[in-house]
């Protein structure tokens, strides 16, 4: 019974992104072995991340209240719209310190072989953004690989009628890559060297 | 170019192996089945990361063992690059080079280069057009590694397309039951819009990474053709000429030229003729992964017409043009005969002898000593039962 639950909170583990069956393993006889207080502190954790944490109505960001941070801040460019897949991608931008507009999260890209239309991403919300004309700039900042690349096209043909300034980060990111996973230095060199996108 | 040293770990029937080559030639002799044509596989490996032989990574790693590593030290002028790749079947595979790791294993491709010949070859005379293709890619990707994300950018473009062309035609299917008038009217409402929009979008990534590999192989072709003559005439002085075309469904008009801005426009303008084939059956018809490269002796095409010998005549010669091209290129290849010369009559033997002996570094496999032709005497392993001893 006891091995049991054991089995149960490997079984957990393992199934968490990058986490082996060995990882998993080490990690539960950590906790087994950890002090009771610091195990109850991670499971609230995990519960309130659960509870709390929601994404964002207007950019669907991660976000601890109805908006986040970011679209809560007066002082943010409502000019600039910055379009990437991930929250985590926020995250990577946002510590380049090279952008200080508005963020759009789609939730992911265009891939036909994982099921993903563009109607399972968040692009009729972006559609609905950019309807009042007060956005000038879209920034398409999707991972440098294929579906990010499609996606990007996709996006450019359809706000192409609105007359936006259609932006696509320069080259230098690592092709095929993720855009978390880019350097800072790196990310904030193809922010300052975005090119316009003709489609 | 040469490989100073070989070493194996659970590759094919070597749970290990340590073999120091020299410059000039070598010959591994030994048996039927004691792993000769393992060790020249893993050298080819090293250089194209993949087979002759398989077209996927596990047969490669030992029966029993998890995963396969080779290492190779390649020389090359006075540089030596330590190339190391560890075969992970159904994972990533690694790579290092110089001890460092590289973000993706084709990084390591270019640093060895070899031309494989192996009876396996005769496929490219007799085997279906995705044998002409993968010579002309692997090629390709010798001469400027770029081409294997080119190729492998072209694939996957090629597998989300033909998803959605799928999806496509099943949706269509099912909404044609019952033919009823609105049909066609829902079909575009609902989800197949969507379709359309996104087909146009992979489109043009099919067309602009397509039309890239296309300008090469046209290239590739041209700079093939008059090499490959050259070579099959010197095998078969008595035979018909041999000449190469590339053939593609992409409608190519003959007065016009071949930069990818042409070939882009063409390629685009042929998938948008195939469109309505293509939303019916379901898949991609056009394009670099439909074409062939047509081999001809005189007036007749080589498969189908070509008898035994000449058909290995052929495969020899595009062998040899490929090895022109890439000595051409600088960096003379490695080159490897794996079990040639068993196949060839007394002339052919002396005349394939003639051209390889002068390379840097040739390796031969054979069962018996006497298939190694006496213009190619060299280094020698005994190869039984697993393991390679040098005897000479
Ligand atoms: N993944 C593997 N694990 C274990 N043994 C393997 C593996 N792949 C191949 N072998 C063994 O290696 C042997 C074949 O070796 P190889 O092809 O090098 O023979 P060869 O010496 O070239 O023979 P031939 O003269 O017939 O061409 C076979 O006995 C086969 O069973
Ligand atoms: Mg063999
Ligand atoms: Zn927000």
């Not at chain 2, 033919?179 to 819009?193: C, K, L």
């Not at chain 2, 397509?210 to 008595?238: H, I, M, N, Q, W």
Request: contains cysteine; charged residues 30%.
């Amino acid at each position: 019974m006891y091995e049991g639950v054991v089995q149960n909170l490997i079984d957990e583990l393992g199934m968490l992104p990058g986490v082996g069956p060995k990882s998993a393993q080490r990690i539960a006889f950590h906790l087994l072995a950890a002090d009771p207080a610091d195990v109850k502190r991670l499971a609230h954790a995990l519960l309130e991340v659960k509870e709390r944490v929601r994404f964002c109505r207007v950019c669907g960001n991660v976000a601890a209240e109805e908006e986040c941070r970011i679209c809560r801040d007066q002082r943010r460019d409502p000019h600039v719209i910055c379009v990437v897949e991930e929250s985590k991608d926020v995250v990577a931008i946002e510590k380049t310190r090279e952008f200080r507009g508005r963020y759009h999260v789609l939730g992911g890209a265009i891939s036909p072989i994982d099921g993903v239309g563009p109607d399972d991403l968040r692009i009729r919300e972006l559609m609905t953004r950019l309807a009042d004309g007060q956005v000038t700039e879209l920034i398409l900042a999707t991972d440098p690989n294929l579906e990010g690349e499609a996606t990007a096209t996709y996006l450019a043909r359809l706000v192409k009628p609105m007359g936006l300034k259609v932006t696509r980060l320069a080259s230098g990111l690592p092709v095929g890559g993720d855009l978390e996973y880019a350097d800072e230095v790196t990310l904030g060199r193809a922010f300052e060297g975005r090119r316009l996108l003709d489609v | 170019m040469r490989v100073c040293h070989l070493s194996l770990t659970d590759f094919r029937s070597y749970p290990s192996a340590e073999i120091a080559l020299e410059p000039g030639v070598t010959a591994f002799v030994g048996p039927n089945g004691h792993g000769k044509t393992n060790l020249v596989e893993a050298i080819g490996y090293v250089a194209t990361q993949s087979s002759h032989r398989v077209a996927t990574d596990a047969p490669l790693v030992r029966h029993g063992a998890e995963r396969a590593i080779v290492r190779a030290l390649v020389a090359r002028d006075e540089r030596r690059a330590l190339v190391e790749l560890e075969i992970n079947p159904g994972r990533a595979n690694r790579a290092r080079v110089n001890r460092s790791p590289v973000a993706r294993p084709r990084e390591a491709l270019g640093l060895l280069r070899t031309v494989l010949f192996a009876p396996e070859d005769l496929a490219l005379v007799k085997g279906d057009p995705s044998e002409r293709r993968r010579f002309l890619d692997d090629l390709l990707v010798a001469r400027a590694p770029r081409f294997a994300g080119v190729r492998a950018d072209y694939d996957r473009v090629l597998k989300q397309r033909n998803t959605l062309l799928r999806t496509a035609a099943a949706t269509k299917g099912r909404r044609r039951g019952p033919r009823r008038q609105d049909d066609e009217a829902a079909f575009s409402s609902a989800g197949a819009g969507d379709v359309l929009s996104t087909l146009d979008v992979w489109d043009s990534h099919l067309v602009r990474h397509g039309a890239e590999l296309l300008a090469a192989r046209l290239d590739l072709v041209e700079a093939l053709r008059p090499l490959t003559a050259k070579a099959y005439a010197t095998l078969a002085p008595a035979s018909a000429a041999a000449d190469l075309e590339y053939r593609t469904g992409v409608k190519l008009s003959t007065d016009c030229g071949r930069s990818r801005d042409i070939l882009e426009e063409a390629l685009r303008a042929s998938l948008a003729e195939a469109r309505q084939a293509e939303l019916e059956r379901g898949v991609t018809l056009v394009g670099p992964h439909r074409d062939d490269l047509h081999l001809a002796l005189g007036e007749l095409p080589a498969r189908g017409y070509a008898s035994h010998g000449e058909s290995w005549s052929f495969a020899l010669a595009l062998r040899l043009a490929a090895y022109d091209l890439l000595r051409a290129d600088g960096g003379d290849p490695v080159l490897i005969l794996d079990d040639v010369f068993a196949e060839l009559d007394g002339q052919r033997r002396t005349r394939l002898a003639e051209i390889v002996a002068p390379a840097e570094q040739v390796l031969i496999t054979a069962a018996v000593p006497d298939d190694v032709p006496a213009e190619l005497a060299g280094a020698r392993f005994d190869v039984t039962e697993g393991s390679a001893t040098r005897v000479r």
